[in-house]
């Protein structure tokens, strides 16, 4: 190859850089050394005779040309990864991997259960299971599969509705603790309705405990810390806690099953979506 000539991993190289601004977050993205990158970068403005970044105690500013290299390598990217997504929809064999992203509400509460089945249904799938309250990127295949309660999942992706998740309030139920006191959502867990809602019937003026996750809030009640509002599905199986009241209509949220258009017809795909949609229907009331 002309020694001129940029190959794909200078473009990866220029666009981390790029877009962490700094070479220990390139680094992290790539899984290179700072002094790799650092040697990498050099290497590829020597090629080419031009500076691609600024160089500042902040950070690393990519100068015109190292825009314009940065803009070209997303192109690059994006292009690579539309090709990656179509042909693995063209796989029809129940093998491979599957990526699965979830909270780790649901994981616990819900869907272990069901993938422990799924893996005993299908041997020669590999289950990987990404634990986040952020919707991964399935674009970018970050995963391929999203169990996400949503009231509106994003319009590029395709899925279904699979159930809807009940919430109600909880206490200890043996009457220990704060019982007048409330346990609340912190505002890095995201749980605007809920926030809502308790603003509105008072219940935030006598929250003296937030937590930023839902399975913290149980541990909450559970301990004594005072009442909360949490899913129906993961409270009633804990024993030492008891339900205040049916459950609450306006903070009932739909569960989705999602995947990248470009993936759903391979064949592990749709025979995950498949398992896991006949297995939550059973444990869920409908959508």
């Known amino acids: 190859m002309n020694e001129q000539h940029l190959g794909w991993d200078d473009l990866r190289v220029a666009l981390a850089i790029a877009e962490a ?11 290179l050394s700072h002094a790799t990158l650092f040697r990498r970068l050099n290497a590829i403005e020597r090629r080419l005779g031009v500076r691609l970044f600024e160089r500042a105690r902040t950070g690393y500013s990519p100068t015109v040309a190292g825009e314009e290299l ?3 390598a997303a192109r690059v990217e994006a292009e690579v990864l539309r090709a990656e997504r179509r042909l693995v929809g063209r796989d029809l064999r129940l093998s491979g991997t599957v ?5 780790d509400t649901l994981l616990i509460g819900l869907l272990s259960p069901i993938l422990a089945d799924f893996r005993r249904a299908h041997p020669d799938i590999v289950l ?11 674009s ?21 509705r699979v159930g809807s998740i009940a919430q ?5 139920a043996d009457g220990a ?16 309705p809920l926030e809502a809602w308790m603003a509105d019937k008072g219940a935030d003026a006598h929250c003296r405990y937030r937590v930023d996750t839902l399975l913290g809030m149980l541990a909450a009640v559970r301990d004594g810390l005072g009442r909360a509002v949490l899913p129906c599905y993961l409270a009633d199986a804990e024993p030492s806690l008891t339900r205040l009241g049916e459950p609450i209509p306006e903070l009932a949220t739909e569960l989705w099953l999602l995947t990248h258009p470009d993936l759903r017809r391979v064949a592990r795909i749709r025979a995950f979506l498949a398992f896991v949609a006949e297995a939550l229907a059973s444990r869920l009331p409908a959508p």
């Open 128 to 138: 990987e299971v990404a634990v986040s309250n952020q919707l991964f990127n399935l």
């Open 70 to 72: 940065a803009a070209t």
């Open 21 to 31: 601004g700094s070479l220990s977050g390139a680094g992290r993205r790539l899984g």
């Open 177 to 192: 603790g704060d019982a007048a006191a409330w346990i609340g959502p912190d505002r890095h867990l995201g749980y605007a």
């Open 140 to 160: 970018q295949r970050d995963a391929d599969v999203a169990v996400r309660p949503s009231s509106s999942p994003p319009e590029h992706l395709v899925g279904r």
């Open 168 to 172: 109600a309030i909880y206490a200890r």
């Open 99 to 103: 990526r699965v992203t979830t909270t």
